[in-house]
């Protein structure tokens, strides 16, 4: 069984920002998809952003501006930067890990108000 663990998360300021990270044994491997997805409140879970083991990455439209997903292999963690948070970015964020299945974390709390 892999394991998945986000970090990073918390209270932030309008206008801050967080750097989120998502560690997994099976990170470094090439065939690795890692996605980040977020859940607020009584809505439905959504993508975020996606990076391949190619290095290619994907991203929501409303990820693309303010968003930036990254991995470093040597340390089997993948990162996602969030610049510019918006009180509707406040969300539980979710790392799945895409190795022949999908390997979930437990979420990371983003709560952005004044």
């Known amino acids: 069984q892999v394991q998945v663990v986000e970090s990073g998360g918390g209270l932030v300021q309008p206008g801050g920002s967080l750097r989120l990270s998502c560690t997994a044994s099976?990170?470094?491997?090439?065939?690795?998809?890692v996605a980040w997805y977020r859940q607020a409140p009584g809505k439905q879970r959504e993508l975020v952003a996606t990076i391949f083991g190619s290095g290619r990455t994907n991203y929501a439209d409303s990820a693309k501006a303010r968003f930036s997903i990254s991995r470093d292999n040597t340390k089997n963690t993948v990162y996602l930067q969030l610049n510019n948070l918006k009180p509707e970015d406040t969300a539980v964020y979710y790392c799945?890990?895409?190795?022949?299945?999908?390997?979930w974390g437990q979420g990371t709390q983003v709560t952005v108000s004044s």
């Open positions: 099976v990170i470094s491997s090439r065939l690795a998809a």
């Open positions: 799945d890990v895409q190795l022949g299945a999908n390997y």
